[in-house]
């Protein structure tokens, strides 16, 4: 069964550093979410991305936030300077189309931990 | 949107019915119910989906009323695998994705 990939599964950085969390979404999907989940907290959804633009971001996704498909295969969130709030679980989604009955897969999720 | 309401904990014995109640009162015409899953830290786990009608999967049934203003998730025979916090989520679209917006959800919690 096709499933969203994510990569790494656990990343510690210190404040004020980038990071890159990347996912693999199923192959024939055609749009791609970035959620979080803050410990003990609810899945928040922070940014969308179809045809190679964001269609719609969440008051989180500021401007330390960015998105990039890079290549065919490939969806990125990057933070450009950390902070200790942004340490959470980043859940990648894709889905292939944009009609309710259209299921979104969730991937495993990046645990990211800021110093 | 529309939102949902749903009890923060529920208890089910093992092999037992899990009944998960949802209501959504300001559910618009063309708005599916979503339920997922999310068991410990992992990625939310679709379940079922449904407009109208109920509807049957491998893993649960799903009970709308006629006024589509609330459902329930069945889980017909639960295991111990199934202590999960469970969502039920009114589906957000527009024009180039959509959104999940996820409340608190269930816990459930199936005990031996």
């Known amino acids: 069964e096709p499933e969203v990939t994510q990569t790494p599964s656990h990343q510690v950085t210190q404040m004020g550093q980038e990071v890159i969390l990347r996912c693999v979404p199923i192959?024939?999907?055609?749009?791609f979410y970035w959620y979080r989940q803050i410990l003990g907290q609810k899945v928040e959804f922070l940014v969308s991305?179809?045809?190679?633009?964001?269609?719609?971001k969440s008051e989180i996704f500021d401007d330390q936030f960015s998105v990039e498909r890079p290549d065919g295969s490939n969806f990125t969130l990057k933070i450009r300077s950390t902070k200790l709030e942004d340490s959470a679980m980043y859940f990648c989604?894709?889905?292939?189309?944009?009609?309710?009955?259209?299921?979104?897969?969730f991937g495993p999720g990046t645990r990211l931990t800021v110093l | 949107d529309a939102k949902t309401t749903q009890p923060p904990s529920m208890d089910c014995a093992e092999g037992r019915a899990a009944n998960l109640p949802c209501n959504h009162s300001?559910?618009?015409?063309?708005?599916?119910v979503y339920w997922y899953r999310q068991i410990h830290s992992q990625g939310p786990q679709y379940i079922i989906h449904?407009?109208?009608n109920n509807e049957t999967n491998e893993m649960a049934s799903l009970i709308i009323t006629e006024d589509r203003k609330s459902s329930t998730l069945i889980l017909p025979h639960a295991t111990l695998r199934d202590t999960a916090v469970y969502y039920c989520?009114?589906?957000?679209?527009?024009?180039?994705?959509?959104?999940?917006?996820f409340g608190a959800g269930t816990r459930l919690f199936v005990k031996a």
């Open positions: 449904g407009l109208k």
């Open positions: 989604a894709s889905s292939s189309g944009t009609r309710s009955y259209n299921e979104q897969f």
């Open positions: 192959s024939n999907h055609l749009y």
């Open positions: 300001t559910i618009s015409g063309n708005e599916y």
């Open positions: 991305f179809y045809n190679n633009e964001i269609s719609e």
């Open positions: 989520i009114v589906r957000v679209a527009y024009g180039g994705g959509f959104k999940t917006i």
